[in-house]
């Protein structure tokens, strides 16, 4: 099972970027798929962003035109940029596919805290 390590949460202002990390333990250019999730106080955890392997990406419509999921192979990480953020995009966000998302298994995440 690939490990991911999540990082480049913190605490920024309302309108803010922020860009998460998310480091693979294993080469990820055979994965077809990695998603970002995230999980807010009291709310169930959240499929945010896509990448597959052919260059697809997809959104959940709260972050259209505001996050940016990419990949870059050589360094076996997947980013998350993060624009235009808001109080409501405050929660603990993880990388994962879909073998570990089944399994339920969850690395320790990277907070993400939006002030208004």
């Known amino acids: 099972q690939v490990q991911f390590v999540e990082s480049g949460g913190g605490l920024v202002q309302t309108g803010g970027s922020l860009r998460l990390s998310c480091a693979a333990s294993?080469?990820?250019?055979?994965?077809?798929?990695i998603y970002w999730y995230r999980q807010a106080p009291g709310k169930q955890r959240e499929l945010v962003a896509l990448?597959?392997?052919?260059?697809?990406?997809n959104y959940v419509d709260s972050v259209k035109g505001r996050f940016t999921i990419s990949r870059d192979n050589t360094k076996n990480t997947v980013y998350l940029q993060m624009n235009s953020l808001k109080p409501e995009d405050t929660a603990v966000y993880y990388c994962?596919?879909?073998?570990?998302?089944?399994?339920?298994?969850w690395g320790q995440g990277t907070q993400v805290t939006v002030s208004s």
């Open positions: 294993a080469r990820i250019f055979t994965i077809d798929s």
């Open positions: 994962n596919i879909p073998s570990g998302v089944r399994a339920d298994y």
């Open positions: 990448s597959t392997s052919g260059g697809r990406t």
